[in-house]
């Protein structure tokens, strides 16, 4: 049974027991039964069909085409995890055989990768999907074998329901344990602060606001046993226009990057916020066109009333920084709709004011202009800890400063070359996180197979009898996995 509507502290302690015992006992499960549970998770989505559709673009003002391109992206994920677990390597298995005759013996090692307990999520109200109650980390963290606790967005309560109704239907489906998953309806700051300090909770997952992420972090930090909290947060991605590129394509980089800046009305934690060029002839190229672009885009509808009063108050900030301009026409968001606009600085401006290097989430963008490269650099470290970076250059550029690649990588966790962020692809090689503030653990992933590897831990087994170990570190490899054995991969 799902609880669906929480209204008291001492309730979220009986969700957090209940997951736990549930945890107790679907860390169980065999990859195949958990396989097929997300597969059948993916299958209850979209038999919910047109209704869920509905139902969320009443609630996001989100359009049709992109909704169904998330659900999507949604089931597919759940299938990618499922078909991870049937492949097996995920859990890392390696075998050290004991070496008797070496002084002193060497015991037998056995390492794997095991779940790390119930995991509360909290829906992002950007993805009501791919990243809410059974996105990307309720797949991963149930692929990997932890019971799961969302904390649905208000933004989407009913989306929320709908996607909970089918984890349910799969779990009786699947007979999976009850409260394998559950879902917490109840909007408040006390709650969500409730279950991550719950004794129980043993990580979270987080996509939104870096006030909000960083709150959670410092829950997690005081509790009497700290836990990891896998914050998402706000991100400027920095984009470098490099001079050589610009002159030979001012034009076509100006009306791919008004594009990427409006893209679903400018709501992606990859929205490129910050543009960073050198004064110039093709500078002044590439503003023309920007500025005629994105004048002809239209008013939309945000989200919900909430962020757009936000980006209508965070716009206003960055315009009345000492410095600012507008390059486009400067016509302020109504009390419905959030009308794009690319602000302006120079750069010696923008290094004095701490304010502009905050997120403006919608459909914005500051162009930063400078004298020369090296105020590009500064600019450009100034504000690192990003999830992406991107740099719009050619062969000549690079020949010429080689150094930008290496300092990319510490800026950012995705460096992309001569394209634009938004647009996240679901692979393998995917890096969707960054330096802190972009996440609070740059080591990980959100998005792609190796957002499962923040909700493990390793454990060795030392001189433990055949019989006793997990099947994916006995001697006869019953699952058939790929193992790093003696030192040697893939035995
Ligand atoms: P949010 O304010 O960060 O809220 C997301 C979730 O976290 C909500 O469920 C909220 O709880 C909870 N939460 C936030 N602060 C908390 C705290 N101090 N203690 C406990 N729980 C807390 O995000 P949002 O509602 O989606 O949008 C607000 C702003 O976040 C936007 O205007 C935008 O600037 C930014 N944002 C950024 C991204 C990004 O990817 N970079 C994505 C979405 C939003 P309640 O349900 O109780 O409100």
């Not at 991963?140 to 996607?163: E, F, M, R």
């Not at 939309?300 to 507008?326: D, E, F, P």
């Not at 302020?332 to 989430?361: C, H, Q, R, Y």
Request: one cysteine or more; charged letters at 20%.
């Amino acid at each position: 049974m799902l609880l669906s509507s929480i209204t008291s502290l001492p309730e979220i302690d009986l969700v957090m027991e209940q997951s736990m015992l549930a945890f107790l006992e679907y860390k169980k499960t065999n990859p195949k039964e958990r396989a097929a549970f997300l597969e059948r998770i993916a299958l209850e989505i979209e038999t919910l069909s047109e209704e869920l559709i509905r139902t969320t673009q009443a609630e996001t003002n989100l359009p049709e085409a992109r909704l169904l391109g998330e659900r999507g992206r949604t089931t597919m994920q759940l299938r990618m995890f499922a078909a991870m677990l049937l492949e097996g390597s995920w859990v890392e298995a390696s075998v050290d055989h004991a070496i008797l005759e070496r002084v002193p013996a060497k015991p037998d090692i056995r390492k794997m990768l095991v779940p790390i307990g119930p995991v509360v999520v909290f829906g992002a109200s950007n993805f009501p999907y791919a990243y809410s109650t059974a996105g990307g980390d309720t797949a991963s963290a149930l692929a990997a074998g932890n019971t799961v606790v969302v904390k649905a967005h208000p933004a989407h309560l009913k989306t929320s329901q709908l996607i909970a109704s089918a984890i349910e239907k799969a779990i009786a489906f699947c007979n999976m344990p009850t409260y394998t998953f559950q879902h917490v309806t109840e909007s408040s700051f006390e709650i969500g602060k409730a279950l991550v300090q719950q004794s129980n909770t043993s990580a979270v997952g987080f996509t939104g606001s870096f006030s909000g992420g960083r709150a959670l972090f410092d829950y997690a930090a005081v509790r009497p046993r700290p836990i990891p909290v896998f914050s998402e947060m706000g991100s400027t991605n920095p984009v470098l226009l490099l001079p050589n590129a610009l002159e030979l394509n001012a034009e076509t980089i100006a009306s791919q990057y008004a594009g990427s800046i409006t893209l679903g009305v400018g709501q992606f934690c990859t929205n490129p916020g910050l543009l960073i060029g050198i004064k110039s002839a093709s500078l002044d190229r590439f503003k023309s066109t920007l500025a005629t672009a994105i004048n002809q885009i239209p008013a939309a509808k945000m989200l919900h009333q909430g962020i757009l009063s936000a980006y209508q108050k965070n716009r206003s900030i960055a315009l009345s920084t000492k410095g600012v301009n507008s390059l486009t026409n400067d016509i302020a968001s109504n009390k419905i709709d959030a009308t794009p606009i690319i602000a302006m600085v120079s750069g010696a401006d923008f290094l004095a004011n701490e304010n502009l290097k905050e997120e403006v989430f919608g459909p914005y963008a500051l162009l930063i202009e400078c004298t020369n490269i090296e105020e590009v650099k500064q600019v450009w470290k100034s504000v690192s800890g990003q999830l992406t970076t991107s740099l719009m250059g050619t062969d000549k550029d690079f020949e010429l400063h080689p150094e930008l690649i290496e300092m990319a990588s510490s800026i950012a966790g995705r460096v992309l070359l001569n394209g634009v962020p938004t647009g996240v692809d679901v692979c393998a090689s995917m890096v969707h996180g960054g330096p802190y503030p972009a996440s609070t653990d740059s080591r990980f992933t959100a998005v792609g197979i190796n957002a499962v590897k923040r909700w493990v831990r390793p454990v060795c087994y030392q001189n433990c009898p055949d019989h006793l170990l997990p099947d994916a570190l006995k001697e006869s490899n019953p699952l058939q996995i790929k193992r790093m054995v003696d030192g040697n991969p893939y035995q």
